[in-house]
Structure formats: structure tokens, C-alpha cells
T-cell receptor, first 112, second 108 residues
Framework: NAGVTQTPKFRILKIGQSMTLQCTQDMNHNYMYWYRQDPGMGLKLIYYSVGAGITDKGEVPNGYNVSRSTTEDFPLRLELAAPSQTSVYFC???????????FGQGTRLTVV | EDQVTQSPEALRLQEGESSSLNCSYTVSGLRGLFWYRQDPGKGPEFLFTLYSAGEEKEKERLKATLTKKESFLHITAPKPEDSATYLCAVQAYGQFYFGTGTSLTVIP
């Protein structure tokens, strides 16, 4: 049972480039989340999804986009990367909004 | 503003020296409080969920408790392998609000 899988684990982007962070889960969870974690700032919610075809903004959505075409996959798109997007990104999923979330191993992104 | 505050930011303990971590919150409409453990370079790993004041959960050397405005994670006779960052999260309005964590180091 793989749980939540994120790719890539590390990436360096140049300012203005774009990329997609991949996330897939095999637990048949409807709820999926993208967080960013910065030193001393805690986890901040970027976007979340309550099921295929349904997404909504979290606390820090600017500069990001998401889609949810299947229950399993929830990719995060960065357009026009900026140094402020240097962070560690975590994807997570949960059975319901009231139960624990399972996290992937994270993607460490550096924008230079 | 809804907030989740954890203290202390960092804690160093000798092996076997028990202590407690604190998580206080001002989020209204609490639907659950969650504790996670995060090792360096890894994603958070779920430990406990607490849903109502007075509730307690235990797992090995860890015990989590909940009151109306805060939660404690008690660590009894810690071992070096308990060294990690412990995160607290509050679930409200369909979202999780995370604290900044307590970095625990247990010295042999």
C-alpha cells in the first residue's frame, strides 16, 4: 500500500519557468490537499479538493493552479515560478474533512 | 484571527526525562485536534485525533489530552528515537490549521 506518492522529490526552477508537481493516492480518499511548509511558518493550505472535478482555494493560492480529473490524482501547477515559491510542498489525502490526513514525502522546490 | 500556537518551539530532554508539549488554539468550531510527528525530510505522520474536551489517547510513550482551548502531548521516559518535530493541527470549517511545531531532541 503506497499511500500518497509525490513526484519529483527535488527540483530547481529558474524564475519564470513552470512545472507540475504530481500527487497520487491509492486509498480511494475523496479529500486531497496541497500544503507548503516554510521554516518557522507551519503548513499552509494552498488548494484542496473534495472530490473529482471539485477544487477550492486555501489560504495561499496565488501563483498556483490545480485540477482533479480522477479520485487518485491531484496535480499542482506552478506558472511563472518566483523565488517566493521556494518551499517544501506536501500533498495529503483524507477519508473525510474530520479524519486524519495522510501525507506524501514532499517535494523540495527551489526557484533561482 | 484563528490561530494554533505550539510551545515550546524546541525542547531538549535527556533520555528518560518526561515532559509535555503544548498546543493552544483560538479556532472556533473545532471538529477535531490532530497530532503528527515529522522526521527531517519526511512528511508528517499521524499520531492521534482528539474530538472532545476530556478525551485522552495513548500510544507507547505518548499520551495526548484535550481541554476546551488546548491540548498536551505528554512524553513519558523518552528515547532518542522519539526525536522529531511534533505538529498540532485543528480541524474546523472543513480545513486543517497547523501550528509551527515543537522540535524535540532526546539526548542519550
Amino acid at each position: 500500500n503506497a499511500g500518497v506518492t509525490q513526484t519529483p522529490k527535488f527540483r530547481i526552477l529558474k524564475i519564470g519557468q513552470s512545472m507540475t508537481l504530481q500527487c497520487t493516492q491509492d486509498m480511494n480518499h475523496n479529500y486531497m490537499y496541497w500544503y507548503r511548509q516554510d521554516p518557522g511558518m507551519g503548513l499552509k493550505l494552498i488548494y484542496y479538493s473534495v472530490g473529482a472535478g471539485i477544487t477550492d482555494k486555501g489560504e495561499v493560492p496565488n501563483g498556483y493552479n490545480v485540477s482533479r480529473s480522477t479520485t487518485e490524482d491531484f496535480p499542482l501547477r506552478l506558472e511563472l515560478a518566483a523565488p517566493s515559491q521556494t518551499s517544501v510542498y506536501f500533498c495529503a489525502s483524507s477519508y473525510s474533512p474530520f479524519t486524519e490526513a495522510f501525507f506524501g514525502q514532499g517535494t523540495r522546490l527551489t526557484v533561482v | 484571527e484563528d490561530q494554533v500556537t505550539q510551545s515550546p518551539e524546541a525542547l531538549r530532554l535527556q533520555e528518560g526525562e518526561s515532559s509535555s508539549l503544548n498546543c493552544s488554539y483560538t479556532v472556533s468550531g473545532l471538529r477535531g485536534l490532530f497530532w503528527y510527528r515529522q522526521d527531517p525530510g519526511k512528511g508528517p505522520e499521524f499520531l492521534f485525533t482528539l474530538y472532545s474536551a476530556g478525551e485522552e489517547k495513548e500510544k507507547e510513550r505518548l499520551k495526548a489530552t484535550l481541554t476546551k482551548k488546548e491540548s498536551f502531548l505528554h512524553i513519558t521516559a523518552p528515547k532518542p528515537e522519539d526525536s522529531a518535530t511534533y505538529l498540532c493541527a485543528v480541524q474546523a470549517y472543513g480545513q486543517f490549521y497547523f501550528g509551527t511545531g515543537t522540535s524535540l531532541t532526546v539526548i542519550p
